[in-house]
């Protein structure tokens, strides 16, 4: 379950932190506002935040929120490397029957589960503040709406800043690991070609020196399609934002039916994880503040209204006017239908509805495993559903089976405490932790052991299938060994940098020191705000204030009784 230590300390504290030129009774009024209304979201928005926080966590200690979706990206990395490795291998085909062997299989699905997570990590802290900002627009709250709105945009900004460099990093493993091969084969190196591929990496579909990096590509653009669209999406209500998600969804949606990566498009994978993160944080935000006043509702009809429009002149604005109202109504019934479910659910007694929840969510969570790890030829295990999908997506249906069984892992993991605790295992955190040097290192080095492994194996006598078992298993070992050490080395104190630049780089107004006379009490303090300013939870600064209370009413009891003392004698 989400928890309230990540809120980011309140949506505009930080704001507030770094600019004491307004009056202070203002600036307190808008913070103790603005905190009344906090959703639980981690405290920063870029994919590699939670990796860092995994590593340090002790045994006993709770995890940050959404620490799930690492676990979820360190799982679905592990089925891109087996995929590529029975894929290149080409063993264990005697249980192409099974369902684990279909689930090691499922590459293509697990690559549209990255995107969809990077469309809901990086805008889940942006629509926790717009469910925020739609709450005061009802409270008539005007301050609240203007810093939220700065603080709202200054977390997408921070994000757009450091996507680039970010995305370059993992380049610069890979062609540094290209290097160390290609001299180890004894092939020639072109320094300014190899510049030159490193450079096009972001913007070409396939990188020579690895052909798996493809994907980053995506993700850049990707990510600079979803801060566009966040910033458009910023000015709608709710229920307008998922009316223009689910309008955006078909266009957007691959219309090529190829599973080559030239020929795909992607911007449907960011859409639906900005269209999950929308719908995740209102429904947290309802049901820890309640519907908004039904004053706004009576104001959204205004927009659609429940007359439908009339169609008989058929031209292109009535019709796609019809098109919306149909999409807009049908989601509010929808939600309205979630929203009673949950309040019945919630009358139930505790045993009840621990069971009748949990119950629900993992066939939830089966059914959206099932459609995950479907493929083509596996089409007459899925009868009607495959019959279904194809009629509405042609020759598309399997990147739509992936994408529908994917959201669905994503919003059952969300509100499952059982699945989160799964997710949020040791073991899924430290594979959430390296699985991008995972992703990375895993195609190259397959690759140069191959070479070396499967003919030493025959060499000594054994099996062919046993030769490709245990070049898999080399591989695998060899891939996880050079991540991990990528990752600690490498990776890892790069984004640190990164943060520390973007940290000098940005305009903002210094705090200015606190006139307090007493030392105990002005450290607790730029103590604190030290804190805020490295994304600390709000656990630690509030133990930090109460050992330094304690430290500094400690000290004045003692100077007291000195002086009683020194009276006294």
Not at 397 to 405: E, I, Q, S, T
Request: charged share 20%; aromatic share 12%.
């Amino acid at each position: 379950m989400m928890t309230s230590s990540s809120a980011d300390q309140g949506p505009v504290r930080r704001f507030l932190d770094g600019d004491d030129t307004g009056p202070k009774d203002m600036r307190l009024q808008s913070t103790e506002v603005v905190t009344l209304h906090v959703v639980d979201v981690p405290a920063d928005t870029d994919d590699d935040d939670h990796s860092k926080q995994s590593a340090k966590l002790p045994h006993g200690d709770k995890p940050p929120p959404l620490l799930w979706c690492d676990g979820i990206r360190g799982v679905a990395s592990q089925i891109v490397v087996t995929f590529h490795l029975l894929f290149w291998f080409k063993f264990l085909e005697q249980y192409a029957d099974t369902t684990w062997y279909h689930t090691l299989r499922a590459g293509n699905a697990a690559v549209e589960m990255f995107l969809i997570l990077s469309g809901f990590v990086l805008t889940v802290r942006f629509f926790a503040r717009l469910q925020v900002i739609e709450r005061a627009v009802a409270n008539g709250d005007a301050t609240t709406v203007r810093l939220v709105y700065v603080d709202a945009y200054l977390s997408m900004a921070s994000t757009g800043v450091r996507r680039i460099p970010r995305l370059m990093g993992p380049v610069v493993i890979s062609t540094v690991l290209h290097i160390f091969i290609s001299l180890y084969r004894g092939h020639a190196i072109t320094p300014l070609a190899l510049v030159e591929d490193v450079l096009k990496t972001l913007f070409v579909t396939f990188p020579p020196f690895n052909l798996t990096l493809w994907t980053l590509r995506v993700e850049l653009e990707g990510s600079l399609f979803t801060m566009a669209v966040c910033v458009m999406l910023s000015k709608l209500r709710y229920r307008h934002r998922v009316v223009a998600c689910l309008v955006a969804l078909p266009i957007f949606h691959n219309r090529f039916g190829n599973w080559i990566g030239s020929q795909s498009h992607y911007f449907g994978c960011f859409v639906l994880g900005i269209l999950v993160s929308d719908i995740i944080t209102k429904q947290q935000h309802q049901l820890a503040h309640g519907p908004l006043p039904s004053s706004v509702s009576r104001h959204e009809t205004t927009v659609f209204p429940r007359t439908p429009p009339n169609t008989v002149a058929a031209s292109m604005e009535s019709l796609g006017l019809s098109f919306c109202y149909i999409i807009y109504h049908a989601w509010q019934s929808v939600h309205s239908t979630w929203s009673a479910v949950r309040r019945c659910i919630h009358r139930l007694p505790s045993r009840a509805e621990h069971i009748v929840t949990n119950a629900a969510y993992s066939l939830l969570f089966l059914f959206g495993s099932w459609l995950f790890i479907y493929r083509p030829e596996y089409a007459a295990n899925y009868g009607g559903v495959d019959t279904l999908i194809r009629l509405i997506f042609e020759k598309e249906h399997a990147r739509m089976l992936h994408r529908l069984g994917s959201v669905l892992i994503l919003y059952t993991v969300c509100w499952s405490a059982w699945l989160q605790r799964v997710f949020q295992s040791r073991l899924c955190r430290y594979l959430g932790r390296i699985s991008f040097c995972v992703y990375v290192v895993h195609w190259p080095i397959m690759l140069f052991m191959g070479d070396y492994v499967k003919p030493w194996a025959q060499g000594q006598g054994w099996t062919e299938e046993t030769g490709k078992r245990l070049a898999a298993a080399a591989c695998y070992v060899a891939s996880h060994a050079v991540a991990h050490v990528a990752t600690v080395y490498v990776d890892e104190p790069y984004v640190k940098w990164l943060r520390a630049l973007e940290r000098r780089l940005e305009m903002n107004i210094a705090p200015k020191p606190f006139p307090l006379k007493n030392s105990d009490a002005r450290n607790a303090i730029q103590e604190i705000i030290l804190i805020h300013q490295n994304d600390q939870t709000e656990e630690l600064i509030e133990g930090v204030l109460d050992r330094k209370i304690q430290v500094y009413h400690k000290t004045r009891k003692i100077k007291a009784e000195a002086r009683v003392d020194r009276s006294s004698k």
